[in-house]
Structures are given as structure tokens and as C-alpha cells.
């Protein structure tokens, strides 16, 4: 069955698009069909073409498109809250991680996790983030970091998408942590398990992206460069974790393998921003590990201003330096960190997080866009980001399903 069209009307639409802060419309209209967005604009110029379709007043109420969150890891088996003490009490998240905790901890525990045990635990988390109005999640494999538990999440990240009414892109991330067992042997990890995970992964119609976290207690960038070029010959996009804990060149090597997105960059230097912007990559702005970790050095939102790089803003969900749960959270965050504006934290989490997982469809209120809307009990875009714990969604629109 096709869902009907529509005409919105009474609203005001931040469309993210158009000369205006926000691609603001006052008294609005947005006209829907079952192929996408038809018309927006002006309700007193609604053309004639759509002036039958049967109307849905808003009663004032903000429309902005469906948010997008481009940079989670909602599918893990248990959590890290042991973890979250010890950094209260001084201990380094690297200084974890060093110690057999972090992204290895996780690893343990969802090993240990069926396929439905995965899913069970993902579902309250993916929940929260539909009640934001969200309409497309990312998700991440790399908690496996062997080939049968790297599969098992992808293949449970493709199942959510079944079980509720959203769109998930996921990312291959096996070359995310060197488990235990290949300690002190990251170069025979990738050849003997990344690598063959990628492949079956892609096999079976898993992967929509490749990422890797380049970092000292990760993976270097000659061995994410092994990775990438495997992506390469597989057709897929690449992405990266950059410049979280220091500067090893990781977005420079993004920017030459044409990554969509380099994600974190606290570390981030202007040639790194330049090269980001040649290529066109998207910076993803994470303020939930930053605020979890207590980081103190911030990424370089100015440089990323005035070279005109696109930054998306994401929550980077995850059970250790991220358990941030809330979009809207997020962009208050971005705001109060990082000092970027409201206007950008809603493009952030919109336009440009579209952009960040290579979707041209959707993130603007635009003809021949997607359908994927928000509606808000606000009367300015800025309150989006300006309130804290308080979720103002007064309806979704997927697909234009209203």
C-alpha cells in the first residue's frame, strides 16, 4: 500500500535549505507524495498542482527534516560502567584501554552475545533515538574483531531495520581495537581476520560503508591504508576515526582515499582541515566522547569555518567513552563544548550528516527529497539545541507516512 498525499500546512518549515538561517519558511507549506517531497514553500503560494491534496494543519508547529545520526555503535553486548568509575578516580581512557579494558572489554562481552541477545539490548537504544525523530542510524561492527562476531553484528545491525520504522547504514569496523589475542600482532590481525571479515561481510550483503579507527592504541595509517584499499577493490566507501587522542595524519589519509567522513579530530592540524576540504570529506563532531572522557582539547570548529568543510554532528553511541543515548543532547552539547551555532548543530545532525554516510536523498526539506520529516512543539529552530533533557518531538514522518 502507498501512502496517500499530503499537503502540511500551517507550520513553519527550517528546511535546511535556501538563502535564510535555516532555509527558514514562515506560514509554511510542504507538499508530499508517495515518491517524496513535491513542493515547499510559502503557503500562499501553494502551486495549483498540489492545492487538492488533502491537507494536514500543523497547528504552527516547527517542521524540520528527520534527524540523522551518522556515527554510532548501538549494537554491543554489555556495558563499561566499571570503567566510567576508574576515569572518575584519574584514570586515562588510554590508560584503560592499555590495561585490557576499553574497546576490548566490550569485545569479551559481545562475543558472548547471540545474534538475538544483540538485538534485544540494541532495541531500547535505537527506541530512544526514533523518539527524537530520528529516521537513519549508522551503526558499526567492531566489538567482534573476529570474523564469525563481526558478521553476527552486522547482521543484527540489518535485522533492526526490520523490527522498527527506520533506515540503518552500517559500517564495517573490524580494524577498530587488535584483540587480545593478536596483541603485538595488528599486521597478521588484519591480514588473518579483518580482512577476510570484510569480505565475507560483504559477501553476504552487509557492509554499506568501511571505517577504522587510526589512533597510537589502534591501528597506524599504513595499516588503515591496507583496509582502505581493500575497501577500494570491494566498491565500498571509506570513513575513519581521526585525530581523537593525537595527531598521526589519520584525516590526511581519509582526504586521499576520498573517505565521505573523518570523524572525532580533536588533534585535527589546518593542513589536515585543508586536505579534508579537497576532498570533500565530511569532520564528524562527537561532544559525547569528548564530554565522557573529559577531553580538553577541542576539534578545530574554526578552521573547519573558514575552510568551509561540512560538519556533521553525531553521538558516537557506545558503552565506553560515549553512552550518550540522546540526539538532541548531542547538539546542545556541540553547542556548549564547541561553540557551534544552533543553525550548524541542526545542519550537523541533518544536511551534512547525510552527506557523512553519502546519502544525497534526504537531510533538507527539498523537492525530490525523501519524505523524512520531523515536527516539533517549538516556534524556532534554536530551541532544538537549546534545551537540555527536554525531547519537544511531537511527530515522525517516514516515507511520508504521516
Known amino acids: 500500500m502507498r501512502q496517500p498525499n499530503a499537503l502540511l500546512v500551517n507550520c513553519r518549515a527550517a528546511t535546511m535549505a535556501g538563502p535564510h538561517p535555516y532555509g527558514l519558511i514562515e506560514e509554511a507549506a510542504v507538499a508530499l507524495t508517495p515518491d517524496g517531497i513535491l513542493w515547499a514553500g510559502p503557503e500562499a503560494a501553494i502551486p495549483a498542482a498540489t492545492a487538492a491534496f488533502p491537507r494536514h494543519d500543523l497547528g504552527g508547529r516547527l517542521v524540520t527534516p528527520a534527524l540523522i545520526d551518522c556515527h554510532t555503535h548501538l549494537v554491543h553486548g554489555g556495558d563499561r560502567a566499571g570503567e566510567f568509575e576508574m576515569r572518575l578516580k584519574g584514570a586515562s581512557y588510554e590508560?584503560?584501554?592499555?590495561?585490557?579494558?576499553?574497546?576490548?572489554?566490550?569485545?569479551?562481552?559481545?562475543?558472548?552475545?547471540s545474534e538475538e541477545e544483540l538485538i534485544a539490548a540494541a532495541l531500547p537504544r535505537l527506541d530512544a533515538l526514533?523518539?527524537?525523530?530520528?529516521?537513519t542510524v549508522e551503526i558499526k561492527s567492531g566489538y567482534g574483531l573476529d570474523v564469525e562476531t563481526e558478521l553476527t553484528m552486522l547482521r543484527a545491525a540489518r535485522r533492526l531495520a526490520a523490527l522498527r520504522p527506520v533506515e540503518i547504514v552500517t559500517s564495517f569496523l573490524g580494524a577498530h581495537a587488535v584483540p587480545a589475542e593478536y596483541k603485538g600482532r595488528a599486521d597478521a590481525y588484519i591480514d588473518e581476520v579483518c580482512l577476510p571479515a570484510l569480505k565475507a561481510a560483504h559477501d553476504e550483503g552487509l557492509v554499506d560503508a568501511v571505517d577504522g579507527f587510526c589512533e597510537g592504541i589502534a591501528f597506524t595509517p599504513a595499516q588503515?591504508?591496507?583496509?582502505?584499499?581493500?575497501?577500494?577493490a570491494l566498491g565500498l566507501p571509506v570513513k575513519l576515526h581521526a585525530e581523537q587522542l593525537s595527531n598521526l595524519g589519520g584525516a590526511a589519509l581519509a582526504a586521499r582515499?576520498?573517505?565521505l567522513s573523518a570523524d572525532h579530530l580533536?588533534?585535527?592540524?589546518?593542513?589536515?582541515?585543508?586536505?579534508?576540504?579537497?576532498?570533500?570529506?565530511?569532520?564528524?563532531?562527537?561532544?559525547g566522547a569528548f564530554y565522557t572522557l573529559r577531553e580538553t582539547q577541542s576539534p578545530p570548529i574554526g578552521l573547519f569555518r573558514t575552510y568551509?568543510?561540512?560538519?556533521?554532528?553525531?553521538?558516537d553511541l557506545n558503552p565506553g567513552s560515549s553512552p550518550l543515548n540522546s540526539l538532541l543532547l548531542t547538539m546542545n552539547m556541540a553547542c556548549t563544548l564547541f561553540r557551534m551555532t544552533p543553525e550548524e548543530a541542526l545542519a550537523g545532525v541533518t544536511h551534512n550528516a547525510a552527506l557523512a554516510l553519502g546519502l544525497g536523498d534526504r537531510g533538507k526539506i527539498a523537492p525530490g527529497l525523501r519524505a523524512d520529516l520531523a515536527?516539533?512543539?517549538?516556534?524556532?529552530p534554536a530551541e532544538l539545541a537549546y534545551r537540555i533533557g527536554f525531547n519537544p518531538l511531537h511527530q515522525r514522518i517516514i516515507g511520508g507516512w504521516l
Open 257 to 259: 582515499s576520498g573517505a
Open 266 to 287: 580533536e588533534y585535527l592540524d589546518e593542513a589536515g582541515v585543508a586536505a579534508m576540504k579537497k576532498a570533500g570529506t565530511v569532520a564528524v563532531i562527537l561532544p
Open 95 to 113: 590508560e584503560i584501554a592499555r590495561a585490557g579494558g576499553g574497546i576490548v572489554s566490550t569485545v569479551r562481552a559481545t562475543r558472548t552475545a
Open 375 to 380: 515536527v516539533w512543539d517549538v516556534t524556532h
Open 130 to 135: 526514533i523518539a527524537e525523530g530520528v529516521s
Open 224 to 232: 588503515i591504508e591496507r583496509v582502505f584499499g581493500a575497501a577500494k
Open 308 to 315: 568551509g568543510v561540512p560538519m556533521a554532528v553525531a553521538s
